[in-house]
T-cell receptor, first 115, second 117 residues
């Protein structure tokens, strides 16, 4: 079974520029998550989708971050404009449903450096 | 809000030594508990999980964890580590129900384990 795919793997941008990340979850997984992992910390949930609807975006900085999952499959996360503190690894994960008992499967992440 | 504390930032052990990584969480209700591992250059992957029943759970590669409800702890153990266990280990918790269909997984800061051959 193919895992969670993410691209690009690395991105370097200057502050105030915009950037977009792409994620393709495991086939058939209804729930998709975006996490931000700052160096030295654990992943922090940014947004959770169930199919193409947002379930939880309480920790998403909505003034600069946006995410969509239009057809209930792949998803994009955008930052506009980027700040220095956005430097982090952005992880995408998926699971069969929203149930807390299901394992989340993680992608390789996109390492963003903002200069 | 729930939170997770991992007491050790970096643990260095020799091969065959025993391992115990501490994890405490703060949430008063029923929880689901996880340990994830990230080997160098690889994705985060599930090591083991606890939802209910026997508080001693066994995972992959000889790891186990014990849920002690009275101590809000879920410590990870392995009797004899190998060089291949070198990785970063994350404890995570989700409430059994957080409303609106959202089961937010909250991670600790992680513990880096280095095993010396």
């Amino acid at each position: 079974e193919a895992g969670v795919a993410q691209s690009p793997r690395y991105k370097i941008i200057e502050k105030r520029q915009s950037v977009a990340f792409w994620c393709n979850p495991i086939s058939g997984h209804a729930t998709l998550y975006w996490y931000q992992q700052i160096l030295g910390q654990g992943p922090k949930l940014l947004i959770q989708f169930q199919n193409n609807g947002v379930v939880d975006d309480s920790q998403l900085p909505k003034d600069r971050f946006s995410a969509e999952r239009l057809k209930g499959v792949d998803s994009t996360l955008k930052i506009q404009p980027a700040k220095l503190e956005d430097s982090a690894v952005y992880l995408c994960a998926s699971s069969p449903t929203t149930s807390g008992t299901y394992e989340q499967y993680f992608g390789p992440g996109t390492r963003l450096t903002v200069t | 809000a729930q939170s997770v504390s991992q007491h050790n930032h970096h643990v260095i052990l020799s091969e065959a030594a025993s391992l115990e990584l501490g994890c405490n969480y703060s949430y008063g209700g029923t929880v689901n508990l996880f340990w994830y591992v990230q080997y160098p250059g690889q994705h985060l992957q599930l090591l083991l999980k606890y939802f209910s029943g026997d508080p001693l759970v066994k995972g992959i590669k000889g790891f186990e964890a014990e849920f002690i409800k009275s101590k809000f702890s879920f410590n990870l153990r392995k009797p004899s580590v190998q060089w291949s266990d070198t990785a970063e280990y994350f404890c995570a918790v989700t409430s059994a129900y957080s409303g609106a269909g959202s089961y937010q997984l909250t991670f600790g800061k992680g513990t880096k384990l280095s095993v010396i051959p």
